[in-house]
């Protein structure tokens, strides 16, 4: 089984950056789309972004788009979602996932907390 964890979440003000990174163990990393989701109390959740294995294909939410990017380095088994102009909105669990077919996420890491204040 393939094991996510997340870091890099924190407490930041809004307009500042937060750079969260997914650290991938197990098998086969590389064939992966890597996928980042948040959810905030009560409410459901969202997707935030993706991108393909090979990093040719991203995909952003229209709530982050122009603000959030997501790089990989396979090489490193890791994953990133750099996130700047960070509004209170944002605030939420956030959560890396894997999907070795396409739709079909199938690791989830146990998610990082980001808040972000006025």
């Known amino acids: 089984q393939v094991q996510l964890v997340e870091s890099g979440g924190g407490l930041v003000q809004a307009g500042g950056s937060l750079r969260l990174s997914c650290a991938a163990s197990?098998?086969?990393?590389?064939?992966?789309?890597a996928g980042w989701f948040r959810q905030a109390p009560g409410k459901e959740r969202e997707f935030v972004a993706s991108?393909?294995?090979?990093?040719?294909?991203?995909q952003y939410a229209d709530s982050v788009k122009g603000r959030f990017t997501i790089p990989r380095d396979n090489a490193k088994n890791m994953a990133y979602l750099q996130m700047n102009s960070l509004k209170p909105e944002d605030t939420a669990v956030y959560y890396c996932?894997?999907?070795?077919?396409?739709?079909?996420?199938?690791?989830w890491g146990q998610g990082t907390q980001v808040t972000v204040s006025s």
């Open positions: 991108i393909s294995w090979s990093g040719g294909n991203t």
């Open positions: 996932a894997l999907a070795p077919r396409p739709t079909q996420y199938d690791y």
């Open positions: 197990g098998r086969t990393f590389r064939n992966y789309r």
